[in-house]
């Protein structure tokens, strides 16, 4: 069975530093889908930055890059400039290509210091 | 805003209580979803709908009945819950069994309490 695993169940940043957030996952499968995805206090979950199994080049999106090493079966989430905004919890999640179901990992708190 | 809405946003409600959470999507898709969020564990999904049709049902107790009536709305029907039933219920959608880039969009959530 396919799990997800993030081993950081809390983490904190300085304003406008760089923090790293880790997930690993297991599964037999080729082709899936990853994603980070934040909630932040007010519990609205938001999709963060999302890669497919299948595409070398590693998914950016502004401040939000992912390091993601199939082989190896890790997915880690780059945060630059962090922001206030940022602090919230951050959840690795994995769907295969033909399998209709998301699961998530644990989640990671992450606080932003002023 | 994800196009995604739920109602109520919080719910108090006795054990004995009939009660049903509602999910609105906007964004012309054909799946939707519920999950439970509990304190210090992971997202537990319930149950999956594509295109109205029932597709995953994760182990759930029979006090928690989904309804489907379009691609559109979801319900969780609510009755004779237990206090180990409160909890965050999430909803989300997605563009369905399609493969391709498939993201899921949620909505902020109904938080329950259970008394």
């Known amino acids: 069975a396919q799990t997800v695993t993030q081993s950081q169940p809390e983490m904190s940043v300085q304003e406008a530093e760089t923090v790293t957030l880790s997930c690993t996952y297991d599964t037999s499968e080729s082709d899936y889908y990853l994603f980070w995805y934040k909630q932040p206090p007010s519990r609205q979950m938001i999709l963060v930055i999302r890669q497919e199994a299948y595409k070398q080049q590693n998914a950016t999106e502004n401040r939000f890059s992912v390091n993601f090493q199939k082989a190896a079966k890790s997915f880690s989430l780059k945060i630059s400039d962090s922001q206030l905004g940022d602090a919230a919890m951050y959840f690795c999640?994995?769907?295969?290509?033909?399998?209709?179901?998301?699961?998530f990992g644990p989640g990671t708190s992450l606080s932003v210091i002023p | 805003e994800t196009g995604v809405t739920q109602t109520p946003r919080h719910l108090v409600m006795g054990m004995t209580n009939k009660k049903s959470l509602k999910c609105e999507q906007h964004l012309g898709h054909n799946a939707m979803y519920w999950y439970k969020q509990s304190a210090k564990k992971p997202l537990e999904l319930m149950f999956v709908?594509?295109?109205?049709?029932?597709?995953e049902n994760n182990s759930v107790p029979s006090r928690f009945s989904p309804e489907c009536p379009n691609s559109s709305h979801l319900f969780l029907h609510l009755h004779t819950l237990q206090p180990e039933d409160s909890a965050l219920y999430l909803c989300a959608s997605s563009r369905g069994f399609e493969g391709g880039q498939e993201t899921q969009y949620f909505g902020p959530g109904t938080r329950l309490l259970v008394l």
């Open positions: 999640a994995y769907r295969e290509t033909s399998y209709d179901k998301v699961i």
């Open positions: 709908y594509n295109f109205k049709e029932q597709t």
